[in-house]
């Protein structure tokens, strides 16, 4: 099979907000005196908001509201949003923008799938808002990663087989997804190590699109 698109998941892949997540997820776990480390950190990655904040809640005895959980939901995405305010296209991670052009430069089709709400503002403030041929995120679906939808979705919106894809992500519930998807996963950074990871390298500047044409030819 030959490669026709590839999917970008955005936090931790295209730019470092995962530690503006993480800096706005311990503000309020201090607040609400929860044990939250990068550990724990490292297990929000990829899963959507409220799910984020269900984890970090099984390490308090204290038994929450919806009402509850809901605000502070939303005092943490308030607090992120702040810190996203001070993302310039300097922030997009090391490689990103050689590897779009590559993959442009060889009519392969780009997309984003991330579980992030917040994709249209963090896209507008990197400068990257038209450069993707579809946007597939937290505001379309209903399952975030692992679940597959997100990577299906941006696969129907490019018009392509998910087989003929290949994602790019940095967390476990990513590559696990772009698996269930029946795509090829180039995990990055904390996903390297990921075992069902078809590819894996510390970060961007480390990926050959030869390579990648290759290993998709390969697996098919
Ligand atoms: C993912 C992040 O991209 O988006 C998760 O890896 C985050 O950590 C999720 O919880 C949802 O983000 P947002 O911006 O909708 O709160
Ligand atoms: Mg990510």
């Known amino acids: 099979m030959n490669l ?25 776990s201090d607040q609400e005196n929860i044990n939250f480390d990068r550990k724990i950190n490292e297990r929000l990655r990829g899963v959507s908001r409220m799910e984020s904040l269900e984890i970090i809640l099984s390490h308090s005895d204290k038994n929450y509201s919806e009402n509850e959980k809901s605000q502070l ?17 300097n922030d997009i991670l090391p490689g990103v923008i050689s590897l779009l052009l590559g993959l442009i430069a ?27 041929d579809a946007i597939a995120d937290g505001n379309s679906i209903k399952s975030s ?11 129907k919106m490019l ?3 998910p087989e003929e894809c290949a ?13 269930t998807a029946g795509m090829m996963a180039v995990g990055v950074g904390s996903a390297a190590n990921c ?5 894996k390298l510390n970060d961007l500047t480390e990926l050959d699109i030869e390579q990648l044409l290759e290993v998709t030819k390969i697996r098919s």
């Open 145 to 155: 990663k692992p679940d597959p939808e997100v990577f299906l979705l941006a696969a």
């Open 73 to 89: 939901a939303q005092r943490k995405n308030e607090i992120y949003c702040e810190l996203l305010n001070k993302l310039s296209p």
């Open 4 to 28: 026709s698109a590839v999917i970008f998941d955005l936090d931790g892949v295209i730019v470092s907000t995962d530690e503006y997540h993480y800096q706005a997820w311990k503000q309020i």
């Open 106 to 132: 060889r009519n392969i089709k780009v997309a984003i799938g991330s579980s992030s709400k917040n994709t249209p503002f963090i896209l507008d403030q990197i400068g990257l808002a038209k450069n993707f």
């Open 195 to 199: 075992v069902n990871a078809d590819m």
């Open 167 to 179: 994602v790019i992500e940095d967390a476990k519930a990513g590559i696990d997804a772009a698996k």
């Open 159 to 161: 018009g392509v087989k």
